[in-house]
């Protein structure tokens, strides 16, 4: 059974910093795009940021030139180091991955439970 874990969430001021992850594990053959999104209170789940096998990224344009995802292969993990946050980056953060599993062979979406991230004076 594949699993995604997610860690780093937490309370900062604005202008700080703050790092995601997200491990998968379980029986693992091939992970495709991984990604983070969030969804505010209120608010429909949005595509933050995604990142290819190969290392092409995409990035929603609110967080341009502030987050940058990137990702270890080799730990089957994906990352987003966020700076400059503001308060409207206030949301629960999800990491999402395309992943090919074995027993059974299949590709399906995978979703993390979710870490609250909070930017608040």
């Known amino acids: 059974q594949v699993q995604l874990v997610e860690s780093g969430g937490g309370l900062v001021q604005p202008g700080g910093s703050l790092r995601l992850s997200c491990a998968a594990s379980?029986?693992?053959?091939?992970?495709?795009?991984m990604g983070w999104y969030r969804q505010a209170p209120g608010n429909q789940r949005e595509l933050v940021a995604d990142?290819?096998?190969?290392?092409?990224?995409n990035y929603d344009d609110s967080v341009k030139g502030r987050f940058t995802i990137s990702r270890d292969n080799a730990k089957n993990t994906v990352y987003l180091q966020m700076n400059s946050l503001k308060p409207e980056d206030t949301a629960v953060y999800y990491c999402?991955?395309?992943?090919?599993?074995?027993?059974?062979?299949?590709?399906?979406?995978?979703w993390g439970q979710g870490t609250q991230v909070t930017v608040s004076s």
């Open positions: 990142i290819s096998r190969g290392g092409s990224t």
């Open positions: 379980g029986s693992i053959v091939r992970i495709n795009v």
């Open positions: 999402n991955a395309d992943i090919t599993s074995l027993l059974p062979l299949r590709t399906l979406d995978y």
